[in-house]
């Protein structure tokens, strides 16, 4: 009897430590982009539709990307996006981070030639992970975007 037990207890232990390893939460970002574009009025951004858009935008590597929903201003003297992407496991969300910084850094230089107003909102964004999703803001309203994006992903 008390090896009946000691098993029964030792499957429930078990069951819940995966249970509280679960899979991490699944988000519909597609859903939170369309929330962000109603929210803050951003509309005539241009859908990155696939993954060699964001490969052709970001230089992400398309096999770190499980999910993702981004859009952007191509208009030369507007510097607004906004790219979240779920990446397959934490190494690729921080590679995915890293080309984020580094488009990031790329457009700051842009606007250092050409556009000088837009220098110190640039400077105010920066990418960031949460988990397994790594995201990209740059906005005059990042702060409260960003603030849309962790409450969606926790």
């Not at 201003?73 to 981070?97: G, H, L, P």
């Not at 702060?143 to 992903?153: D, K, N, R």
Request: net charge negative.
């Amino acid at each position: 009897m008390k090896r009946i037990t000691a098993i029964i207890l030792a499957v429930l232990m078990i069951t819940a430590v995966l249970a509280g390893c679960g899979g991490a939460k699944s988000v519909d970002l597609n859903s939170v982009m369309t929330g962000i574009n109603s929210q803050f009025g951003f509309s005539g951004l241009k859908t990155l539709e696939d993954t060699k858009a964001l490969n052709r935008y970001y230089q992400i590597n398309e096999a770190d990307v499980k999910s993702f929903a981004g859009e952007l201003s191509t208009a030369a003297s507007q510097y607004t996006e906004v790219v979240i992407v779920e990446a397959k496991d934490s190494n690729a969300a921080q590679n995915i981070k890293t080309q984020l910084d580094a488009h990031l850094s790329s457009q700051l230089n842009n606007a250092k030639s050409y556009d000088a107003d837009q220098v110190a909102m640039i400077e105010a964004c920066s990418a960031k992970t949460v988990g397994n999703y790594a995201y990209l803001v740059v906005s005059d309203k990042f702060s409260e975007i960003t603030g849309v994006i962790e409450a969606a992903l926790k």
